[in-house]
């Protein structure tokens, strides 16, 4: 049986999951971003107990397809932008298809109408979050992470972060660094 989990997106969620589960009695055999796999059927009383558990940590049981659906999408860009080592330079249309067992269009038009957003935007978020992380770490070049992130130029990353964040990134960079520079003067660093 799978049940779904919604905002489980990190590492520390996962083991904040696998102790719920374990305090109402059952064992994890898979657990990914999203997702729980177990041996056994739930429950209504510790279904209930597992969806009050995890409530406390701001996690939700899913229990309706869409959602369930709608989850699992968000999970498999997160997944492709942010947890895998490169980001694949496919389709996202095909990527999220052949991910996920659905039509793209069935996958769109469930995503539009429960969530308000398109997917696309959505990924484009996503991928501009990940480009904030690169410009803190401050390890690449502008170029190259418009590369890394599969943008056709350095003026269409720029673009698309001026729109997204209201800033450009060189000045998002500015203020990373000013704001370093002020903890240092505070005495933090």
């Known amino acids: 049986m799978r049940l779904f989990i919604k905002f489980m997106v990190s590492l520390r969620c996962k083991m904040v999951v696998r102790e719920e589960l374990r305090k109402i009695g ?11 796999e177990i041996l056994e059927e739930i429950t209504k009383a510790q279904h209930d107990a597992l969806k009050v558990n995890l409530a406390k940590f701001g996690l939700q049981l899913l229990d309706d397809k869409h959602s369930v659906l709608i989850e699992k999408i968000k999970t498999a860009i997160i997944e492709m932008i942010h947890c895998q080592g490169e980001m ?3 389709n996202y249309a095909d990527y999220l298809s052949e991910k996920l067992g659905y039509d793209y269009a069935y996958l769109s038009n469930i995503f539009t109408e429960v969530k308000g957003t398109t997917i696309l935007q959505f ?17 690449l070049t502008l170029a190259e992470i418009a590369d890394k992130m599969h943008y056709s130029s350095v003026g269409q ?13 060189s000045f998002f960079k500015t203020l990373k660094q000013k704001r370093k520079q002020n903890v240092a003067k505070a005495g933090y660093m």
Do not use: C, H, N, W
């Not at 059952?26 to 729980?36: K, S, T, W, Y």
């Not at 990353?157 to 990134?169: D, Y």
């Open 26 to 36: 059952i064992v994890a055999v898979v657990m990914d971003l999203g997702m729980v």
């Open 88 to 90: 694949p330079a496919v």
């Open 157 to 169: 990353l720029t673009r698309e972060f001026e729109k997204i964040t209201g800033l450009s990134p």
């Open 123 to 139: 990924i484009i978020i996503q991928k501009i979050e990940k480009v904030k992380e690169f410009i803190l770490y401050d390890e």
